[in-house]
């Protein structure tokens, strides 16, 4: 797996897909994000309750985010109810070199 690494003030997309077996796009019941920071301070956001995690179609998400910690952080869609599941994922930010 290749980590993502960006520079300070980047904004990155974190991204969610899912899907049956089949390949047919589903959405869960509930959907939640939460990005733990390199200070260790969570962010969470709720699907229908916060605008900034959006739905782009059927089973397809997004959160974008501004990095303001230079560190790795770590995230997370959890799903529940019909289509439960939850996927993790991680991505560095290096400091400026310039500023």
């Known amino acids: 797996m290749v980590v993502l690494s960006v520079v ?7 991204s969610l897909h899912v ?11 509930s959907l939640t994000f939460t990005l ?6 969570l962010v969470e956001y709720t699907f229908g309750a916060d605008v900034e995690m959006v ?24 799903g529940s109810g019909l289509y439960a599941g939850a996927d993790e994922e ?3 930010v290096a400091r400026s070199r310039i500023l």
Not at 8 to 14: A, E, N, T
Not at 19 to 29: F, K, M, V, W
Not at 55 to 75: C, E, I, M, N
């Open 19 to 29: 899907a049956s077996g089949a390949g047919d796009e589903l959405d869960p019941t």
């Open 8 to 14: 300070l003030g980047s904004v990155v997309r974190m």
């Open 55 to 78: 739905r782009d179609s059927a089973g397809d998400y997004h959160v974008d985010w501004l990095t303001s910690q230079p560190g790795k952080h770590v995230y997370r869609f959890s």
């Open 90 to 92: 991680s991505f560095r």
């Open 36 to 41: 733990k920071q390199p200070d260790q301070s």
